[in-house]
T-cell receptor
Framework: AQSVTQLGSHVSVSEGALVLLRCNYSSSVPPYLFWYVQYPNQGLQLLLK??????LVKGINGFEAEFKKSETSFHLTKPSAHMSDAAEYFC????????????FGTGTKLQVIP | KAGVTQTPRYLIKTRGQQVTLSCSPI?????VSWYQQTPGQGLQFLFE???????NKGNFPGRFSGRQFSNSRSEMNVSTLELGDSALYLC?????????????FGQGTRLTVV
């Protein structure tokens, strides 16, 4: 079975500062990893995904994440936070060859301080 | 291309009643998954359907059921509602139903049980 741990349920950064949201995964087989963003009263939207190609994955809105197998991590970063980045972010894992059963982390709410 | 459509967006039901939620996936998507989102538990997987067959089921009581029609539209039903069933119910569709492809989410149905 796979699982995901997101460290920090709330993260606050100043506008223009680095955004770092942490995600560690556990999987007995090669994983596929995703970051989704959720704005209030909305569904989830894909930011980026890792599917065993390049370990550094670039996504939408300037976000990127690096897959580190040795650390079982897939942290999300953005060099400079914008007010519009305030939302909840979810890391998720699914397994290769498996059905569409995605396991989500508990989410990290990002607050951007002007 | 139209996105995933969930109806209704908001619903208020009384304890003991039953409710049916509807999800229309993106055209051509054959896999539909359902999730329950609550502040305390995050996103919990309910079930996944592919070509009218339930392939995967989460750890929920039998009061939660679903089905998928030949046009890929899906419904989920909750019988004998409990206060704890109050949540945002999210539907997601996927073109292949495989683990390496991202899920496309609807905006959700906010169910309140009173």
């Amino acid at each position: 079975a796979q699982s995901v741990t997101q460290l920090g349920s709330h993260v606050s950064v100043s506008e223009g500062a680095l955004v770092l949201l942490r995600c560690n995964y556990s999987s007995s087989v090669p994983p596929y990893l995703f970051w989704y963003v959720q704005y209030p009263n909305q569904g989830l939207q894909l930011l980026l995904k890792y599917t065993s190609a390049a370990t550094l994955v670039k996504g939408i809105n300037g976000f990127e994440a690096e897959f580190k197998k040795s650390e079982t991590s897939f942290h999300l970063t953005k060099p400079s936070a914008h007010m519009s980045d305030a939302a909840e972010y979810f890391c998720a894992v699914s397994v290769s060859g498996g059905y569409q059963k995605v396991t989500f982390g508990t989410g990290t709410k990002l607050q951007v301080i002007p | 291309k139209a996105g995933v459509t969930q109806t209704p967006r908001y619903l208020i039901k009384t304890r003991g009643q039953q409710v049916t939620l509807s999800c229309s996936p993106i055209s051509g998507h054959r896999s539909v998954s359902w999730y329950q989102q609550t502040p305390g538990q995050g996103l919990q997987f309910l079930f996944e359907y592919f070509s009218e067959t339930q392939r995967n089921k989460g750890n929920f009581p039998g009061r939660f059921s679903g089905r998928q029609f030949s046009n890929s539209r899906s419904e989920m039903n909750v019988s004998t509602l409990e206060l704890g069933d109050s949540a945002l119910y999210l539907c997601a569709s996927n073109p292949t139903g495989q683990g390496d492809t991202e899920a496309f989410f609807g905006q959700g149905t906010r169910l309140t049980v009173v």
